[in-house]
């Protein structure tokens, strides 16, 4: 009974132990990039976009919309932003985009402080898709049936 006991003690403290060093866990971001240009290149990019796959939804009529959490980071603009988090919204059916929201940050991974700024002029309108990789490529990521 002891060496059970003392079994299921060390495998519990074993987990515990393992459970305190683990790094927490927060999105999954996965770079995208452009087919187009060598990864060299993308690299040396001032604005990268980052997508969380995990936040992807269905909404709207019909669910023909998926939303989906966009993290763009880059070198630091005037006001002090290095990184932003925006909610995009993608229909599926009329092959558009809108931004519904971003928040700026002033350290990358959207930590940091946030950075208030004025609207952007044409958020949360529908715009074609952009010759970038948050265009096509995105859209058929998420609406593969198109």
Known sequence: MNQLMMK????????????????PV????SKLIN????AKQ???????KFIDMDTVKQ???MA?????????QGSRTPQGVISS?????????????RIINTTSFTEEWAKGEIVALPPAPHLREWVNLPSTVLGK????MLCPSG
């Not at 087919?35 to 060598?38: C, L, N």
Request: proline share 7%.
């Open 8 to 23: 299921l003690l060390t495998s519990f403290s074993f987990i515990l132990f393992l459970l305190a060093i683990s790094p």
């Open 26 to 29: 927060f999105s999954e971001w």
């Open 35 to 38: 087919p187009k240009y060598p």
């Open 42 to 48: 993308q690299n040396e990019q001032l604005n990268e």
């Open 59 to 61: 909404t709207g009529p």
């Open 64 to 72: 023909i919309y998926r939303q989906v959490m966009i993290l763009s």
């Open 85 to 97: 988090q925006s909610l995009y919204e993608y229909d599926c059916m009329n092959t558009k985009l």
């Open 137 to 140: 490529q995105t859209f058929d």
